[in-house]
């Protein structure tokens, strides 16, 4: 008997077991102690991982629902879903996120359903799925009034639909880091920051740099599903009192920064940075679901 061949399939199969809430693959076979870290925890970005876990409590998606994800990107939530054994097709219209999308859950033992196309003309009949959800993907989509009128048309009478958005406001812990003098902005936080001379301008650089067309306040986002004929079921929010602290940290430290390429990538200086640094900042955003306060980002589950 191939003892190491046995210890490898034990090994694997404990691993797949394991496998948490948004893993995704990059590391298999490149770095086997960050891929094993990454199986444990799972995606390890906080702020990302906290607004999907919000999404789904709404959502609710059981085995005998058509889920659509519009805006997928490369398909981290959409995987796992799948993994779970739910009938999830992605949707984006970033090419080079499809084709990241496919080759995680490839590389994952998925069948996955990928379709590369814009929200606001989706290939797809009227009335097809059961449930829509939309992590942080409208802020981006330029043309949004088509895509909110597209996720209306192919959703199911009385099917349900939750999304997520970032609101305008910003941190006070921000607005404190701005006014630092600004050797030590450079020295110490990121692009967006280190240029910002006040809230105003920081937040006209961040949605330059990660394209926001929009961010929404409760209203706004409300106004606009009402107005395509959606029911509002529930109003949330993500990153309200006690993860402002951790999520100021992730946005403004060099240690941090991300990036959006001109292909819509996104990359962070360091994902080990990230998945090591992932335990100490996220209990902060589960503290938060104590609370019945507004916050930092939306979310809201409407109906057909």
Known sequence: MDVTALAIGIYENVYNIAMSFGYFPDFKGKNKPADLLLSILGYPYPPRRNEARLVFKELKPANEDKILDVGCGDGVFTNDLI?????????????GAIKKAKERAAKMGLRAKYAEASAGKMPFEENTFDKIFSISTFEHIKDEENAFNECFRVLKPEGIFVLSVPT????????????????????????????????KQYRQLADKKYTHYQTYTEDQLVSKLEKRGFKINKINYNIKFFSILPHSIIHSLKFFEWNKDNKNKYSFASELAIVTTFPFFYPFYLADDILSSKGYSLVVKCSK
């Open 83 to 95: 993994k779970q054994g739910y009938d999830v097709t992605g949707l984006d219209v970033m090419e």
């Open 168 to 199: 305008p406001k910003i941190m006070p812990i921000i607005k404190v880091l701005i006014k630092l003098p600004p050797k030590i902005k450079k020295l110490l936080f990121n692009s967006v920051l280190s240029h910002a001379s006040t809230p």
